[in-house]
């Protein structure tokens, strides 16, 4: 008798704590404008990384969006305006778990406000050039190779343009040349003065200063690898299925799996979409100044500075 209470107790226990840990069912990867969660506590702003259970409810305000990510990885954007039962949400999900739930660990985490302060004491000071000095937001060494076809160029630099952006092959000889009176600049390379080139220098110069990169700060773009295009090939039909890329949300996941595979240049075009996307939504131009930061892309304002 005393046995089987027992068994009955660890049994409810047991129950008792699944239930509390699937009790989860959403987490917050995007919020614009001002929605709301309700929860035990009332009503309180969403906020990027916040948890929605299944008793709770979600408020969407009028030209607003939230997107959420299911505890499955399965991604459900609500852009229409109106209150929400989460657990009604949820019945919109359908499928198995999905492979995007390690790519919303990753986007959540590298955006924590734990990640920014261990992303600043680990920077440590830095140097921030001379007034005319141009800095292309583009990685050196690693993360250099590209998979897709667009190539998004952009620098800062106090030097007034118009600006020549070249880029070159191996032998420095030019295959694209243009100007321009931005600080951007997006290269398709599916044209086919691009054919056979693996390897692509781009040089940026001030036309009406003067101000150009040293030879030795041209940042180089390489194709990948045959063997490493097909792995990243699999692994992109594999989460693209499941998101819409023609929309923010779905390039913020986007720009996050080609981070994680340190893809970097890849990862910027994919920022730069979503920003298009939603032009109106600080949440994607937040995600990708911090993106910025943390790959040495662009200098933190408030990181120290060495004389």
Same mark, same amino acid.
């Given at each position: ?7 009955? *107790? ?25 929605? $709301? ?56 999900? =359908?499928? $198995? ?14 955006? =924590? ?90 040089? *940026? ?29 699999? =692994?992109?039909?594999?989460? =693209? ?67």
């Amino acid at each position: 008798m005393k046995k089987g209470r027992f068994l009955l *107790i660890v049994g409810l226990v047991l129950f008792a704590t699944f239930c509390f840990g699937q009790d989860y069912a959403f987490r917050v990867l995007a919020n614009k404008g001002s929605n $709301e969660i309700k929860t035990a506590e009332g009503w309180q702003p969403v906020k990027t990384g916040a948890s929605l259970k299944l008793g709770d409810e979600l408020k969407v305000s009028e030209n607003a969006s939230v997107g959420l990510v299911h505890k499955s990885g399965k991604p459900l954007e609500e852009k229409r305006a109106g209150t929400y039962k989460v657990a009604e949400l949820v019945s919109r999900v =359908s499928g $198995e778990s999905s492979v995007l739930s390690k790519y919303t660990d990753f986007i959540l985490s590298s955006n =924590s406000d734990e990640a920014k302060k261990n992303r600043m004491s680990a920077t440590g000071a830095v140097h921030r050039g001379t007034k005319d000095a141009i800095a292309p937001q583009l990685p050196k060494n690693e993360g250099a190779e590209i998979f897709g076809n667009q190539l998004v160029i952009n620098w800062d630099t106090e030097s007034a343009g118009p600006y020549i952006v070249t880029v070159l092959n191996m032998f420095d000889e030019t295959i694209f040349k243009t100007e321009t009176t931005q600080k951007t600049l997006t290269v398709d390379l599916t044209d086919p003065k691009f054919n056979g080139e693996d390897a692509l220098i781009v040089d *940026i110069k001030s036309k009406s200063t003067g101000a150009k990169l040293d030879d030795q700060s041209r940042p180089m773009v390489k194709r990948l690898s045959p063997a490493k295009a097909e792995k990243i090939k699999t =692994s992109y039909a594999e989460i =693209s299925k499941e998101l819409d890329t023609n929309s923010a949300f779905g390039n913020l996941f986007m720009a996050g799996f080609y981070e994680q595979n340190r893809l970097i240049v890849d990862a910027i075009a994919a920022y730069e979409r979503a920003i298009a996307q939603a032009p109106d939504d600080p949440t994607y131009k937040e995600y990708y100044l911090e993106f910025l930061y943390r790959n040495k892309l662009k200098v933190d304002p408030n990181a120290p500075v060495t004389k």
